[in-house]
DNA sequence: ACCTGAACACCGTTCAAGT
DNA sequence: ACCTGAACACCGTTCAAGT
């Protein structure tokens, strides 16, 4: 890819996350682009269309998911329950400090997903394996699914700063960890 | 209102239910029109515009809501837990029955809330009720709060049916409640 | 009092012309 | 190879004309 063109695609991915992260009505694809001081056709010319453009930004946000949960297998291993609840933890937190992949991640369909889908499944792989290792562990309930992580973070993430409620997604996010764990080891 | 003015506003709510249900892409009012037998025109007369049509689904959801848990406050004097919960797992899947209010309650912006303004003002009365009562009792986690209900009911209704993802919404709704209990009351 | 649907406005997407 | 932005298409909303 030529110098200027990755430099372009940069931009308009800097723009779109500026822009979806601060404006109320939906986003113009004509705003990215002024914004991010190219055509419009060089938005498209780099995402195909809105749906590829936010879901780019999912996709980068599943690579840090990854990577914490890759930690978590790593540096675990003592507490298996209290990994998984962590990384957790830390990638809602990490949603919730960024309002524009929130949006792309709340408001944008299938696509959006079928965008990261390497990712997701890498993501899956992961979860599968912090799940298995807590769950032989017996510190987390046994019927608790692999698909229950990403279910759990899509739940608590629907309810980080929607439409002015004034709700505590971290209170939410607690219950929840605590309803995973196993009745025996509960506190 | 004249009868037929009434008659054409059920048919025009019959319209949007039968296709915010069952279409794939984004509803269309004149699909909604001419699946209601009327013009463009009236479907404006009747709503202001596609958020109040989405609104009015959403208030009627929420009567049926506030009308479960207006029972569960009649009924439930021995066991306040279970019947704060059982009004929940009741109200969760009343809404994964009508796909037609999920989408609104999900895809509709502040507006479509603030159609609803009342009855969300009532549920929030009566959720108060019954989580007073079960904390009462000892039965609820002593941090848990009146709003903490929708929130919860948010977060599982965001994982029905998302994008084709096998998630199951109901142990996602168990998870939650046996987060909600006490730590001394857990079984 | 209410209804109709052609017309308008807005925004996602394309493509002919340019460098 | 890549960029530009006018033009097109689609869909929410309005409003003049009708009953």
């Not at 372009?8 to 002024?34: G, M």
């Not at 010319?45 to 690579?63: S, T, W």
């Not at 792989?125 to 692999?146: I, S």
């Amino acid at each position: 890819m030529r110098a200027d063109a990755r430099r372009n695609r940069e931009r308009i991915l800097a723009a779109a996350r500026t822009l979806f992260a601060s404006e109320r009505p939906e986003v113009q694809i004509d705003d990215v682009a002024r914004e991010a001081g190219v055509g419009v056709g060089t938005v498209y010319r780099h995402f195909p269309d809105k749906q590829a453009l936010m879901g780019e930004l999912v996709k980068e946000r599943f690579k840090i998911f990854n990577e914490r949960m890759r930690r978590a297998l790593d540096e675990g291993e003592e507490e298996p329950f209290e990994a998984l609840a962590s990384s957790i933890r830390d990638n809602a937190a990490s949603v919730a400090e960024d309002a524009a992949t929130r949006f792309a991640l709340m408001s944008g369909g299938e696509a959006v997903f079928e965008h990261a889908g390497e990712e997701k499944d890498e993501f899956l792989r992961l979860a599968r394996k912090l799940v298995l290792r807590a769950r032989r562990a017996g510190e987390l309930r046994p019927d608790f699914q692999a698909q229950d992580v990403p279910m759990v973070m899509c739940g608590v993430c629907a309810t980080i700063d929607r439409r002015g409620a004034p709700w505590d997604w971290r209170r939410h996010l607690e219950l929840v960890l605590s309803g995973m764990k196993d009745g025996a080891s509960r506190r």
